[in-house]
């Protein structure tokens, strides 16, 4: 029996995964070992660490929930249809993105480096400079709006060709994989990738020269798809959740003794004990993943009534919070706070300033929710009515975000 339903666990995992942005984004200024756009003077290594266990899992996580969404979208939809609502969910957000919302991120970044003159002197620099870092177009970390919307333009006739009746003995074989804990034979030919590739080609998020890392993020959005398309994948991931977070934590306090315990010079990275690092990064980033599905799955198919206004935010959020760290991380590295104090202050006035952009800016406003690859307001007349939870709960199935 095929899922046609939308999974409420899925979207909490979405709405954790996104928490999860905010997190690592804010640390970025403070991480050592770290180049990012702002950085603060002192820095912590610690910090470094954990940022790169949620770097393994974040974005891991969000490309496997963006490929159930995709099944979820091509419900009832035929291929151009499909990529008729991608192009408005997705591409247009990420030139509003690109035009509007990343520029001040550069212009901070631009500042920082020595650049004396005000935001329209530098932006009209936007459009005559060329790509970043050399110029100053970019998509910043809406790479994964990107990315995204190229998967699903390619393999639109493919996720049509599994949904259709046609893939019947394709959808039986997978069912094998159920069985046991062979699902996890799906992580295999990524951590294989990621471990001979992700060092001689370091992720670029360019879309155009990321010849490691487009694959590897394809091959997470297209085990999602194929867990959601096979039901008993899904239960599998559920029943085994023990089991793959265990050999996750296992496998991150290996990554953090190879860590720790570096080889006399960086070279050594590219031998046998680099490929067991970069081979042991990407089980953690499977093994949590299918974890956190597994234990979402059995924990949080839950409704709650804030389940709907979150689901709506989480996606103008990820395209406003990195702005709002950026500008505000320019001003708070130049206090003499302690790293701990800078890094809290960070997370919580961004959370509160970019769910107040959200919320009075965009949210109620018809033509910035399109910008912000909303569905739109429902017209209502007379007085409010009084609403159920099965109603609610259906108007969460209908909100199909684009971070999933």
Avoid at 39 to 64: E, I
Avoid at 119 to 136: R, S, V
Avoid at 303 to 317: K, S
Avoid at 349 to 359: A, D
């Amino acid at each position: 029996m095929e899922t046609t339903q939308r999974q409420t666990y899925l979207d909490w995992l979405r709405i954790i995964s996104i928490a999860g942005v905010l997190i690592f984004h804010s640390g970025m200024p403070y991480a050592a070992n770290e180049w990012w756009h702002i950085r603060n003077h002192d820095t912590s290594a610690l910090m470094s660490q954990s940022n790169y266990f949620m770097h393994l899992v974040r974005m891991p996580l969000l490309f496997f929930i963006s490929g159930t969404v995709s099944y979820y979208m091509m419900q009832r939809r035929s291929a151009l249809s499909f990529i008729k609502l991608r192009f408005t969910r997705l591409f247009i957000p990420l030139l509003v993105g690109m035009f509007i919302i990343v520029p001040p991120q550069i212009y901070m970044e631009r500042v920082s480096q020595g650049f004396t003159g005000n935001y329209w002197d530098f932006y009209k620099t936007t459009f005559t400079t060329g790509a970043y870092p050399k110029g100053n177009l970019s998509w910043h970390h809406l790479w994964f709006i990107a990315y995204l919307f190229v998967y699903d333009l390619v393999f639109a006739p493919v996720f049509m060709w599994l949904i259709s009746d046609k893939s019947r003995g394709f959808k039986r074989a997978l069912n094998g994989l159920s069985k046991g804990k062979w699902v996890y034979v799906l992580a295999v030919p990524s951590i294989v990738w990621y471990a001979c590739l992700s060092w001689a080609l370091p992720q670029t998020s360019n879309l155009i020269h990321d010849y490691c890392f487009i694959v590897y993020w394809l091959l997470f959005l297209l085990a999602g798809f194929i867990c959601i398309l096979q039901p008993s994948l899904m239960e599998s991931l559920q029943r085994n959740r023990r089991f793959a977070i265990t050999i996750g934590f296992i496998s991150i306090l290996a990554v953090n003794y190879l860590w720790l315990n570096p080889p006399p010079n960086d070279g050594d990275w590219s031998a046998l004990r680099g490929y067991s690092f970069r081979a042991l990064s990407a089980i953690v980033g499977w093994s949590w993943v299918l974890g956190l599905v597994g234990y979402g799955k059995q924990y949080l198919n839950r409704f709650h009534p804030a389940l709907n206004y979150l689901n709506q935010a989480v996606y103008p959020f990820y395209i406003l919070h990195q702005t709002v760290i950026v500008i505000l991380a320019y001003y708070i590295v130049r206090t003499t706070d302690t790293v701990l104090m800078k890094y809290i202050y960070t997370i919580g006035v961004t959370l509160f300033i970019t769910m107040g952009i959200y919320h009075l800016l965009v949210k109620p406003y018809p033509v910035m929710r399109f910008l912000f690859g909303m569905k739109g307001l429902e017209k209502k007349a007379g007085k409010i009515p009084v609403v159920s939870e099965l109603e609610i709960k259906k108007d969460i199935k209908e909100e199909v975000g684009v971070l999933v």
